[in-house]
C-alpha cells in the first residue's frame, strides 16, 4: 500500500510513498533473483521455463486526482536507457532499473482512475523477442490535481507467473 503524505519520507513509520521518478521494479538480474528468494527449492528448475512478474495496480480510494501512475510504453524505451541500480533493504540488496530521459518516450495515464479499474505492469519478462520486457512507471504531479484533492491511496500485489514449457 502507498499513501501520499506531505513532508513524510518514504517508509518512515512503515509508509510507502509514491515513487515519483521513472523505474522499473525488476532488472534482467533482479527478476530471477526474486524467484530463488521467494521460492528456492523451486526457483531453477522454474527459470528453465519463461517467467513474468507481473503488478496489478489501482487506487484505494477514487477518483485519483493526486499522484496518478503514469506508464510508458516500453517499445518506446531502448535497453541502454534502463540502468540498473541498487535497492538495499535491511535484510538484502535488490535492484531496479532507473530509466533515461529521452523525448520520444510515450506516457499514458488513466485520469481519474476509480477503485474499480486497475492497471497491470509487466516488471520482468524472461522471454527476450517480445515487444516488452520491462515496463517503466512513476507517480507525477499532475497539473490539473485541485489543491483540495484527497492524497493519493493506491496497492499493488506482484505476481509471479510461470509458463508451462
Known amino acids: 500500500m502507498r499513501k501520499r503524505v506531505e513532508g513524510v519520507a518514504d517508509r518512515d513509520g512503515g509508509l510507502r510513498q509514491p515513487v515519483a521518478r521513472v523505474h522499473v521494479d525488476h532488472t534482467e538480474k533482479s527478476g530471477p533473483q526474486r524467484v530463488r528468494d521467494l521460492i528456492p527449492d523451486q ?8 517467467v513474468q512478474i507481473i503488478n496489478l495496480w489501482r487506487p484505494i480510494r477514487g477518483p485519483l486526482l493526486d499522484s496518478p501512475l503514469a506508464v510508458c510504453d ?14 538495499v533493504y535491511p535484510n538484502r540488496v535488490g535492484e531496479i532499473y532507473s ?6 518516450h510515450q506516457w ?12 497491470l505492469l509487466k516488471c520482468f519478462d524472461s522471454r527476450t523477442d517480445g515487444p516488452a520486457r520491462f515496463a517503466p512507471h512513476t507517480a507525477f504531479a499532475d497539473p490539473t490535481t485541485p489543491p483540495d ?7 499493488e500485489l506482484r505476481t509471479l507467473v510461470f509458463h508451462a514449457k
Open 43 to 50: 526457483a531453477e528448475e522454474l527459470l528453465k521455463g519463461r
Open 74 to 87: 516500453a517499445r518506446t524505451v531502448g535497453l541502454d536507457e534502463l540502468v540498473a541500480s541498487d535497492l
Open 99 to 104: 530509466v533515461k530521459y529521452d523525448p520520444d
Open 108 to 119: 499514458f495515464y488513466v485520469p481519474r482512475m476509480m477503485v474499480d479499474e486497475a492497471l
Open 149 to 155: 484533492a484527497p492524497p493519493r491511496e493506491s496497492i
